[in-house]
């Protein structure tokens, strides 16, 4: 039997708290477009905005008939690679499949024995490898079980991602997304971005020219008809002693072509000024996330976030002022969190990030191949396997307050998702944050937190 398609790449179908997460995959729109243009057929299976089962994922591949399969995996959705790998291995028995991403270069070799019946995997950014794979394919030099490094490619000279999905994200009126740079310098233990980054080789943080980000942003507007881009760098100021001008540049190419898009970013609050915001405000930013993560000094250098609580404030104030809506990422439970640490840091989110109330709930989670991880592994602490990590608190009272508000809450949570339609789902689980974290002050003073 032919082949229709020569590889069929694969967005795993995953559901939190039963929706679908929406975006576009811009790493499988990359490798779409690098294969495309080397002469490869390919379609790209997006199992979240079509809202796909498991089964539909397969007939779909069945029907588009591919050599390869490529399955893009991060640590939550592996439960969802294993069982599609199986049921694709046994409806087309001579399908390659691989996996990229990042459980697959955190994980390593590991990724064998996590997913039976992958024939080979790919570390590290996709884009040459897989023409690598692609080439090799039925050559004696592919044997199985192969795992192929992908080398970081010149980021200006990668095609645009491609678009196959944009049409159906703007009708739904979701953003485009737009990756500016990639990688952090950062190297906080518990992020399985930094972490990537640097087993990735090479530069833990790069950007691409000014001039390309923004001729793309230009066709996302102009061709596409996007009114709001989500730029999807982990840190897109990058090195502080960059950020200022990276900024300058940005915003006055932008200027310069009267481009109306309202746009979100990252970056880390530590860099952040109250002048960089005000510029990227006047081009149309319009949401900005940044990760504080703990308002404990002790926290913050335990988990190497190399800032001090002063310019997290500083931070916080250039934002207010600037009234760019936000959303603070914040870990309320650590692995050696101690209950009057607990306590601060609910008084701390009480008083503070009305935007965010569910990160003040947020667990730590140790993700596969961090420093996280290993620490946790040392100490005889890392609980459950792979899509399941979890740890054993080091202060029993936080353990007990832990487990008795994970119970309430998970209730809580199900039924804020449950009985509210999708665009009232967001306060509906804001509500439920709320509550939980009244509720969590009142376990900390009950358990004695002074
Ligand atoms: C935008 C984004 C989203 C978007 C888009 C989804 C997506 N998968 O791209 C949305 C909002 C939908 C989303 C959802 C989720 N996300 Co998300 N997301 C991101 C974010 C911020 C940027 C991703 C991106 O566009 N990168 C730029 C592109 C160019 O790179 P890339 O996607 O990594 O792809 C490259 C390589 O990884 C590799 N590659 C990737 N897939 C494949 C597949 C093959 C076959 C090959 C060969 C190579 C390959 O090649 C690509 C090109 O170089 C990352 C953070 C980050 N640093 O990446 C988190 C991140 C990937 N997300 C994460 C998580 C946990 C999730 C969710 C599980 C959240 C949830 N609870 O629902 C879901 C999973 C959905 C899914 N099916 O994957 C974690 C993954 C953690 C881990 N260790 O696995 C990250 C790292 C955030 C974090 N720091 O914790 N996410
Ligand atoms: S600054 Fe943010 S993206 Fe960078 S390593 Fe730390 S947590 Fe990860």
Same mark, same amino acid.
């Given at each position: 039997?032919?082949? +229709?398609?020569?590889?069929?790449?694969?967005?795993?179908?995953?559901?939190?708290?039963?929706?679908?997460?929406?975006?576009?995959?811009?790493?499988?729109?990359?490798?779409?477009?690098?294969?495309? /243009?080397?002469?490869?057929?390919?379609?790209?299976?997006?199992?979240?905005? +079509?809202?796909? %089962?498991?089964?539909?994922?397969?007939?779909?591949?069945?029907?588009?008939?591919?050599?390869?399969?490529?399955?893009?995996?991060?640590?939550?959705?592996?439960?969802?690679?294993?069982?599609?790998?199986? +049921?694709?291995?046994?409806?087309?028995?001579?399908?390659?499949?691989?996996?990229?991403?990042?459980?697959?270069?955190?994980?390593?070799?590991?990724?064998?024995?996590?997913?039976?019946?992958?024939?080979?995997?790919?570390?590290?950014?996709?884009?040459?490898?897989?023409?690598?794979?692609?080439?090799?394919?039925?050559?004696?030099?592919?044997?199985?079980?192969?795992?192929?490094?992908?080398?970081?490619?010149?980021?200006?000279?990668?095609?645009?991602?491609?678009?196959?999905?944009?049409?159906?994200?703007?009708?739904?009126? #979701?953003?485009?997304?737009?990756?500016?740079?990639?990688?952090?310098?950062?190297?906080?233990?518990?992020?399985?971005?930094?972490?990537?980054?640097?087993?990735?080789?090479?530069?833990?943080?790069?950007?691409?020219?000014?001039?390309?980000?923004?001729?793309? @942003?230009?066709?996302?507007?102009?061709?596409?008809?996007?009114?709001?881009?989500?730029?999807?760098?982990?840190?897109?100021?990058?090195?502080?002693?960059?950020?200022?001008?990276?900024?300058?540049?940005?915003?006055?190419?932008?200027?310069?072509?009267?481009?109306?898009?309202?746009?979100?970013?990252?970056?880390?609050?530590?860099?952040?000024?109250?002048?960089?915001?005000?510029?990227?405000?006047?081009?149309?930013?319009? *949401?900005?996330?940044?990760?504080?993560?703990?308002?404990?000094?002790?926290? @913050?250098?335990?988990?190497?976030?190399?800032?001090?609580?002063? /310019?997290?404030?500083?931070?916080?104030?250039?934002?207010?002022?600037?009234?760019?809506?936000?959303?603070?990422? #914040?870990?309320?439970?650590?692995?050696?969190?101690?209950?009057?640490?607990?306590?601060?840091?609910?008084?701390?989110?009480?008083?503070?990030?009305?935007?965010?109330?569910?990160?003040?709930?947020?667990?730590?989670?140790?993700?596969?191949?961090?420093?996280?991880? #290993? /620490?946790?592994?040392?100490?005889?602490?890392?609980?459950?396997?792979?899509?399941?990590?979890? #740890?054993? *608190?080091?202060?029993?009272?936080?353990?007990?307050? +832990?487990?008795?508000?994970?119970?309430?809450?998970?209730?809580?949570?199900?039924?804020?998702?449950?009985?509210?339609?999708?665009?009232?789902?967001?306060?509906?689980?804001?509500?439920?944050? /709320?509550?939980?974290?009244?509720? @969590? %002050?009142? @376990?900390?003073?009950?358990?004695?937190?002074?």
């Amino acid at each position: 039997m032919s082949s +229709h398609v020569d590889i069929a790449l694969v967005n795993l179908p995953h559901r939190t708290l039963g929706t679908y997460p929406v975006g576009e995959h811009l790493g499988l729109c990359y490798l779409a477009s690098c294969l495309r /243009q080397a002469g490869y057929r390919t379609e790209i299976v997006d199992g979240c905005i +079509h809202r796909m %089962s498991l089964s539909g994922v397969v007939r779909e591949v069945q029907r588009m008939r591919p050599r390869v399969t490529g399955l893009s995996v991060s640590e939550p959705c592996l439960p969802q690679a294993i069982v599609l790998t199986r +049921h694709l291995r046994r409806a087309i028995p001579d399908l390659h499949i691989t996996a990229g991403g990042f459980l697959p270069t955190l994980a390593g070799e590991g990724v064998f024995r996590l997913i039976p019946g992958l024939n080979s995997v790919i570390t590290g950014e996709g884009e040459l490898a897989i023409l690598d794979l692609m080439r090799r394919l039925g050559s004696s030099s592919l044997g199985e079980g192969i795992v192929l490094h992908g080398e970081k490619p010149a980021l200006d000279e990668l095609p645009p991602p491609a678009r196959d999905t944009l049409p159906l994200h703007v009708k739904m009126g #979701f953003p485009a997304s737009l990756s500016t740079s990639r990688g952090c310098i950062g190297t906080c233990t518990y992020c399985s971005a930094g972490s990537y980054a640097r087993a990735s080789g090479g530069a833990p943080w790069r950007a691409r020219s000014i001039e390309s980000v923004v001729a793309e @942003l230009e066709s996302l507007v102009k061709e596409y008809g996007v009114r709001i881009v989500k730029i999807v760098d982990d840190n897109f100021l990058g090195p502080q002693n960059g950020a200022a001008a990276r900024v300058r540049e940005f915003v006055n190419q932008l200027k310069a072509l009267r481009l109306k898009a309202r746009f979100s970013l990252s970056a880390r609050v530590d860099t952040i000024t109250y002048d960089m915001l005000e510029e990227l405000k006047s081009v149309g930013l319009s *949401f900005l996330s940044v990760g504080i993560e703990s308002c404990v000094q002790r926290e @913050l250098d335990e988990w190497d976030k190399n800032s001090t609580i002063a /310019q997290i404030r500083a931070g916080l104030r250039a934002l207010d002022k600037s009234r760019i809506p936000y959303n603070a990422g #914040f870990i309320m439970f650590g692995p050696n969190t101690t209950l009057e640490e607990l306590r601060i840091k609910v008084e701390f989110m009480m008083g503070f990030a009305p935007s965010t109330p569910a990160a003040a709930l947020n667990v730590m989670r140790p993700f596969c191949g961090t420093p996280l991880a #290993f /620490q946790l592994q040392d100490a005889g602490r890392l609980r459950g396997k792979p899509g399941f990590l979890s #740890f054993s *608190f080091s202060d029993p009272r936080v353990a007990a307050i +832990h487990q008795n508000l994970k119970t309430r809450l998970l209730r809580c949570f199900r039924s804020a998702v449950i009985t509210e339609a999708d665009r009232y789902r967001g306060s509906a689980v804001s509500r439920a944050a /709320q509550r939980g974290l009244a509720e @969590l %002050s009142e @376990l900390v003073l009950r358990a004695g937190g002074q």
